[in-house]
């Protein structure tokens, strides 16, 4: 493309799902949100840190506001919007940004808590008006970038910082 990429924002969880169905039909492939549970194993990496780098994160490893970090890191740099996508090393898994530019949504209602959800890593669902969202952003401090951070965001929401991820099933 030879331009610099960034990542979608202001997007509802109902456009992310209208684009994965266009997205589906026309590539004759499945394409979906992932669940907060495989959301959550994307971004560890193998990792059983709050983060895929262990239990601090850096500016320098991710797009957060770095003028407020976590478990004693380093104050860092705050870029006030997001930055290109692969801007930051990738995860062991290979995956980019799973940590801060932009909350992502998932296929998940939102429950205050785990308690009853599914053992095998699929989404909760069911009718509901709030999703989970996940990796914190830009604009928020290191602790919401927590591999285990969850937020809710009602469906209809679309904000400057909120976008989604891409998954395809095999």
Sequence with gaps: WGKKQRPVVNVSVEDARAYLAWLSKKA???????????WEYAARAGSDGAFHTGDQITTGQANYNGQYPYNRAPKGQYRSKTTTVGSFAANAFGLHDMHGNVR???QDCWRSSH??????GTAVGGACSSQVVKGGAWNVGAWRLRSAYRDDGEK????????FRVVRDL
């Design 28 to 38: 004759d492939a499945t394409y979906r949100l992932p669940s907060e549970a495989e």
């Design 104 to 106: 992502e949504w998932t």
């Design 156 to 163: 209809t929401l679309r904000k400057y910082d909120t976008g």
């Design 115 to 120: 308690s009853g959800a599914p053992e095998d």
